[in-house]
Protein backbone atom coordinates (compact mmCIF):
# COMPACT_ATOMS: atom_id res chain seq x y z
CA UNK A 1 0.00 0.00 0.00
CA UNK A 2 1.33 3.20 -0.60
CA UNK A 3 0.81 6.36 2.03
CA UNK A 4 1.74 9.49 1.80
CA UNK A 5 2.43 11.21 5.13
CA UNK A 6 2.06 14.72 4.93
CA UNK A 7 3.93 15.91 8.25
CA UNK A 8 7.03 17.03 9.90
CA UNK A 9 9.59 14.74 11.16
CA UNK A 10 10.80 12.55 13.60
CA UNK A 11 7.47 11.45 14.87
CA UNK A 12 5.90 8.65 16.26
CA UNK A 13 3.46 7.85 13.49
CA UNK A 14 6.05 7.74 10.80
CA UNK A 15 8.23 5.76 13.32
CA UNK A 16 5.38 3.46 13.62
CA UNK A 17 4.72 2.80 9.93
CA UNK A 18 8.41 3.02 8.92
CA UNK A 19 8.39 -0.47 10.75
CA UNK A 20 5.78 -1.83 9.10
CA UNK A 21 6.38 -4.28 6.29
CA UNK A 22 4.15 -4.17 2.98
CA UNK A 23 3.67 -0.15 3.22
CA UNK A 24 5.31 2.02 0.83
CA UNK A 25 5.26 5.00 2.81
CA UNK A 26 6.19 8.82 1.30
CA UNK A 27 6.68 11.79 3.32
CA UNK A 28 6.40 15.85 2.66
CA UNK A 29 6.49 18.65 4.88
CA UNK A 30 5.49 21.62 3.43
CA UNK A 31 5.57 24.28 6.56
CA UNK A 32 8.66 25.52 5.70
CA UNK A 33 6.86 26.79 2.37
CA UNK A 34 4.67 30.36 2.01
CA UNK A 35 0.86 29.56 2.85
CA UNK A 36 -0.13 30.07 -1.14
CA UNK A 37 2.42 27.46 -1.96
CA UNK A 38 1.08 25.09 0.35
CA UNK A 39 -1.82 23.57 -1.14
CA UNK A 40 0.69 22.64 -4.74
CA UNK A 41 3.21 21.64 -2.13
CA UNK A 42 0.40 18.72 -1.37
CA UNK A 43 -1.17 18.72 -4.96
CA UNK A 44 2.35 17.92 -6.23
CA UNK A 45 3.30 15.57 -3.49
CA UNK A 46 0.03 13.41 -4.50
CA UNK A 47 0.71 13.93 -8.21
CA UNK A 48 4.15 12.60 -7.46
CA UNK A 49 3.24 9.85 -5.14
CA UNK A 50 -0.06 8.75 -6.49
CA UNK A 51 -0.50 7.56 -3.05
CA UNK A 52 -3.58 5.23 -1.87
CA UNK A 53 -3.90 6.73 1.36
CA UNK A 54 -3.48 10.41 2.67
CA UNK A 55 -2.66 10.84 6.52
CA UNK A 56 -1.73 14.34 7.65
CA UNK A 57 -0.23 14.60 11.09
CA UNK A 58 1.34 17.77 12.79
CA UNK A 59 -0.09 19.58 9.84
CA UNK A 60 -0.63 23.01 10.74
CA UNK A 61 -2.87 23.58 7.11
CA UNK A 62 -5.89 23.11 5.32
CA UNK A 63 -5.33 20.18 3.24
CA UNK A 64 -7.00 21.52 -0.13
CA UNK A 65 -10.03 19.83 -1.37
CA UNK A 66 -9.35 18.74 -4.95
CA UNK A 67 -6.20 16.67 -3.15
CA UNK A 68 -8.34 14.81 -0.46
CA UNK A 69 -10.87 12.68 -2.26
CA UNK A 70 -8.37 11.32 -4.94
CA UNK A 71 -6.74 8.77 -3.21
CA UNK A 72 -8.49 4.99 -3.11
CA UNK A 73 -8.63 4.77 0.58
CA UNK A 74 -9.64 8.42 0.99
CA UNK A 75 -7.65 10.90 3.34
CA UNK A 76 -7.76 11.02 6.99
CA UNK A 77 -5.64 13.37 9.60
CA UNK A 78 -4.57 12.70 12.98
CA UNK A 79 -5.17 15.47 15.51
CA UNK A 80 -4.15 15.36 19.35
CA UNK A 81 -6.96 15.56 20.52
CA UNK A 82 -10.90 14.22 21.71
CA UNK A 83 -12.84 16.03 18.74
CA UNK A 84 -14.94 17.64 19.07
CA UNK A 85 -12.99 19.29 21.68
CA UNK A 86 -9.90 21.59 20.56
CA UNK A 87 -10.59 21.67 16.76
CA UNK A 88 -8.47 23.36 14.71
CA UNK A 89 -4.54 23.77 13.73
CA UNK A 90 -3.04 24.36 16.86
CA UNK A 91 -5.04 22.94 20.22
CA UNK A 92 -2.59 22.65 22.49
CA UNK A 93 -3.20 26.16 24.39
CA UNK A 94 -7.53 24.66 24.63
CA UNK A 95 -6.18 21.40 26.01
CA UNK A 96 -3.28 22.06 28.18
CA UNK A 97 -6.09 24.71 30.28
CA UNK A 98 -8.73 21.83 29.73
CA UNK A 99 -9.65 21.50 33.30
CA UNK A 100 -11.01 17.77 32.41
CA UNK A 101 -7.36 16.94 32.40
CA UNK A 102 -8.52 14.58 29.91
CA UNK A 103 -7.04 14.08 26.31
CA UNK A 104 -6.69 12.28 23.55
CA UNK A 105 -6.31 11.58 19.91
CA UNK A 106 -8.64 11.21 16.86
CA UNK A 107 -8.06 10.18 13.40
CA UNK A 108 -10.88 11.27 11.45
CA UNK A 109 -11.43 11.55 7.73
CA UNK A 110 -10.55 15.32 6.27
CA UNK A 111 -13.62 16.86 4.70
CA UNK A 112 -14.13 20.43 3.41
CA UNK A 113 -14.87 22.24 7.31
CA UNK A 114 -11.61 21.43 9.38
CA UNK A 115 -11.59 18.95 11.61
CA UNK A 116 -15.14 18.15 11.14
CA UNK A 117 -15.12 14.61 9.17
CA UNK A 118 -16.22 11.54 10.68
CA UNK A 119 -14.56 10.23 13.25
CA UNK A 120 -12.80 6.61 12.97
CA UNK A 121 -10.82 5.93 16.29
CA UNK A 122 -10.34 7.58 19.11
CA UNK A 123 -8.13 7.28 21.95
CA UNK A 124 -7.57 9.22 25.54
CA UNK A 125 -4.51 9.58 28.08
CA UNK A 126 -4.59 11.27 31.27
CA UNK A 127 -2.73 14.81 31.33
CA UNK A 128 -2.63 14.33 35.39
CA UNK A 129 0.83 15.49 35.99
CA UNK A 130 2.32 16.33 32.31
CA UNK A 131 4.06 19.51 31.27
CA UNK A 132 3.58 20.44 27.88
CA UNK A 133 6.01 18.88 26.39
CA UNK A 134 4.92 15.41 28.35
CA UNK A 135 1.61 15.83 27.42
CA UNK A 136 2.55 16.40 23.23
CA UNK A 137 5.04 13.40 23.79
CA UNK A 138 2.45 11.20 24.87
CA UNK A 139 -0.42 12.17 22.72
CA UNK A 140 2.51 11.48 19.83
CA UNK A 141 3.15 7.95 21.31
CA UNK A 142 -0.82 7.14 21.24
CA UNK A 143 -1.33 8.52 17.72
CA UNK A 144 1.60 6.39 16.77
CA UNK A 145 0.06 3.29 17.89
CA UNK A 146 -2.88 4.36 16.44
CA UNK A 147 -2.10 4.48 13.03
CA UNK A 148 -0.72 0.67 13.14
CA UNK A 149 -4.14 0.13 14.27
CA UNK A 150 -6.11 2.04 12.16
CA UNK A 151 -4.25 0.95 8.83
CA UNK A 152 -4.55 -2.72 10.07
CA UNK A 153 -8.02 -2.02 9.58
CA UNK A 154 -7.30 -1.08 5.71
CA UNK A 155 -4.57 -3.80 5.37
CA UNK A 156 -5.13 -6.64 7.03
CA UNK A 157 -1.82 -8.08 6.38
CA UNK A 158 0.27 -5.18 8.64
Same mark, same amino acid.
Given at each position: MKILIITTKPNAVWNALSKKEGLDLYTVDCSSIGIPSIAECVKN? #??????? !? !?? /???CPYIIPESVY?? /?LYGAYNIHPSLLPL????????????DKSKLNGVTIH???RVADAGEIILQKSYS??? !?????????ADDLAGEM #? #???IGTIVKDV
Open positions: A #VREFKPE !L !LL /TYRGT /THSGLNPWKGIMNRIELEG !LGFDEARQA #V #VEF
